[in-house]
């Protein structure tokens, strides 16, 4: 069965540092999604992309954060300068489209982000 | 914005039902999700129920919607030591979800 999968798993940095999460959505969906889980806290959504250009993003998502989807498979979030406040579980989702059940998103395994 | 609501917590043992609920605020979603997060594992889609339907049954799933008291609920029938987990409801908006803050469902043999 597709899955989504994200690399790496798990992302150690330094404050202040660059961090590029990767994601490899499933192969004929065309919208992607980032969310982030902070430990204990709900999952936020953080930005939608589709057609190499976001569609909605959340206050979260500010000039920090970036997505790109460099080729025909993958899919990445970057943040420039990492803060201690981005350590956080940040999953990958797609979907076929937008807003319809049969193109429910399916969330990758997560990146486990943790700023020191 | 959207607040959605659930219990963090719920013990059963094996064999009977879980029923973990949610509540939310904002009545305007047309779908409302359950994902299900095991330890080390991403959101794995359970179910999910269409917001003009009040019942929705999948196996061992049923899902409730009371729509007039925005409460969405899923029972888990004959509860096994595999479904502990933690519970997600999500509720979709133009282009997003919308989550809870989970519920963990621990099942005990």
């Known amino acids: 069965e597709p899955e989504v999968t994200q690399t790496p798993s798990h992302q150690v940095t330094q404050m202040g540092q660059e961090v590029i999460l990767r994601c490899v959505p499933i192969s004929n969906h065309l919208y992607f999604y980032w969310y982030r889980q902070i430990l204990g806290q709900k999952v936020e959504f953080l930005v939608s992309f589709y057609n190499n250009e976001i569609s909605e993003k959340s206050e979260i998502f500010d000039d920090q954060f970036s997505v790109e989807r460099p080729d025909g498979s993958n899919f990445t979030l970057k943040i420039r300068s990492t803060k201690l406040e981005d350590s956080a579980m940040y999953f990958c989702a797609s979907s076929a489209s937008s807003g319809r059940v049969a193109d429910t998103q399916y969330f990758g395994p997560g990146t486990r982000l943790t700023v020191l | 914005g959207e607040d959605v609501e659930q219990s963090l917590f719920l013990s059963v043992r094996e064999g009977d039902s879980s029923v973990i609920n949610c509540t939310y605020t904002?009545?305007?979603?047309?779908?409302l999700y359950w994902y299900k997060q095991e330890p080390g594992a991403g959101l794995q889609l359970l179910t999910y129920i269409f917001s003009n339907m009040d019942m929705k049954q999948d196996q061992r799933l049923t899902v409730l919607l009371n729509k007039k008291d925005k409460h969405l609920s899923l029972r888990i029938a004959d509860t096994q030591t595999g479904d502990s987990a933690i519970y997600f409801c999500a509720l979709h908006g133009y282009s997003t979800l919308t989550f809870g803050k989970g519920t963990m469902l621990l099942v005990s043999p």
């Open positions: 904002d009545s305007s979603s047309t779908y």
